[in-house]
């Protein structure tokens, strides 16, 4: 059932809440640990796909990354003990296909997954010698030995009673957050700063016309020789926030602070090795990191689910696909809105073993400008959703070929 209500909510650059956002860039121990769940999720999918014809049971998103023992000096430094990855869950590991019994290199596609995350998320990383990669991935209850069966359902049950939440647009405070790190870990970026190490978090607070982002960004120790190169590094990464901030919110007052908790008289600085403080005790969960908005929303008005996405199977969990597609959603009805709608808010509810293209509860939340028609809107808002439920094909090869923001 979809429901569409004309919100009477005040839009959030208009709100004199104060606002607050955050975001965990690629290199945080969190979004490693989702990044690395979601990649074991992808190659998984693929495999079974390509050997059995279908997507299998899987979900390996309990993976948790712990942080290992470092000692980082200027112009260097020691590995003590390397990082660990330990991905958890559940996987169809064998398949009885006619008579002959087939195995599926469960162990494997994990370990390689996981390194290659590594390998591609830090520059300076060792992703042999600085990390250790094991698995603890089981069959699940009824998949002990999965029987093949090329007739699966064309259209999937929920495989849990959940829920997925979305919203759009963007407020500039969010925006600027995002862009924010994505721009400091863009290749572009770490041409011009090679010591801005990826383990990036971005905080952010919007009061009025103000907003102040609070910025902690790893410095890698072997681009900066003493501690006046390393204020010179978070000198240059606070003015290019600033420029950026200059670009993409220009009717704002921005203030940056970059590594706030350094004390450099004492010797307190974010500098690290590998460009994570990971190295060094950080640890890392599926799940606590960004969420399908690939923000972290906890001001009043966003709605925010607490599910994990990353690491889920994308055939019925309805966590990751309804989170997925909420997103989706109320963006494409802003759009397609052309100005109509202010603000897009959308719910979608499951309940177990309920086909998924018919959410037990949709909730359409809009926000319409001045002087609109709202049946208008209504109409629009439905047709919309519901060519996403139905098109659960499409998303799902979106979500398997790495399309979807996940964190």
Same mark, same amino acid.
Do not use: F, W
């Given at each position: 059932m979809l429901k569409v209500s004309n919100s009477n909510r005040?839009?959030?650059?208009?709100?004199n809440t104060p606002e607050m956002v955050e975001r965990k860039g690629k +290199? /945080?121990? %969190?979004?490693? &640990?989702?990044e690395c769940a979601e990649e074991i999720s992808r190659r998984l999918s693929k495999y079974y796909q390509a050997t059995f014809g279908q997507v299998l049971h899987h979900n390996v998103d309990k993976l948790a990354l712990i942080g290992g023992v470092a000692s980082p000096e200027f112009g260097g430094g020691e590995i003590i003990e390397p990082i660990k990855i330990l991905a958890i869950g559940r996987a169809t590991e064998q398949v009885l296909v006619g008579e002959k019994l087939r195995k599926v290199p469960v162990g494997m596609i994990a370990i390689k997954s996981c390194r290659d995350i590594i390998k591609n998320t830090f520059r300076a990383l060792d992703p042999d010698l600085d990390v250790q990669y094991d698995y603890a991935l089981r069959p699940g209850s009824i998949d002990l030995v999965g029987v093949f069966d090329n007739k699966q359902a064309s259209i999937p049950l929920a495989n849990d009673t959940s829920f997925g939440v979305g919203f759009a647009p963007y407020s500039d405070a969010e925006k600027l957050t995002l862009e924010t790190e994505l721009y400091l870990n863009s290749d572009k970026f770490k041409d011009i700063c090679p010591a801005s190490g990826e383990d990036i978090k971005v905080m952010t607070n919007r009061i009025g016309n103000e907003v102040n982002l609070t910025v902690c960004n &790893?410095? !890698?120790?072997? $681009?900066? #020789?003493?501690?006046?190169? $390393? &204020? #010179? =590094? =978070? %000198?240059?990464?606070?003015k290019a926030i600033l420029d950026l901030s200059a670009k993409i919110v220009p009717n704002k007052n921005v203030n940056v602070g970059v590594n706030v908790g350094d004390d450099l008289d004492k010797g307190v600085m974010f500098l690290t090795i590998t460009g994570t403080s990971a190295e060094n005790g950080d640890d890392g969960i599926v799940g606590r990191g960004n969420r399908t908005s690939g923000l972290i929303t906890p001001t009043h008005s966003r709605p925010q689910s607490l599910e994990a996405a990353a690491g889920k #199977?994308? !055939? #019925? /969990?309805? +966590?990751?696909? $309804?989170? !997925?597609? &909420?997103?989706?959603?109320?963006k494409s009805i802003y759009e397609k809105a052309g100005g109509d709608a202010v603000e897009v808010y959308v719910r979608l509810q499951s309940q177990i073993g309920h086909p998924i293209n018919n959410p037990w509860l949709g909730d359409i939340e809009i926000i319409p400008a001045d002087n609109v028609n709202f049946s208008s809107l209504e109409k629009l808002s439905i047709e919309t959703a519901q060519e996403y439920l139905d098109d $659960?094909? +499409?998303?799902r090869k979106q979500i398997i070929d790495g399309h979807h923001q996940i964190w």
């Open positions: 005040t839009p959030v650059e208009k709100s +290199g /945080h121990p %969190d979004s490693v &640990a989702d &790893a410095i !890698i120790s072997k $681009y900066v #020789n003493d501690k006046s190169e $390393y &204020a #010179n =590094v =978070v %000198d240059r990464i606070n #199977n994308p !055939i #019925n /969990h309805v +966590g990751k696909i $309804y989170s !997925i597609m &909420a997103q989706l959603i109320s $659960y094909l +499409g998303v």
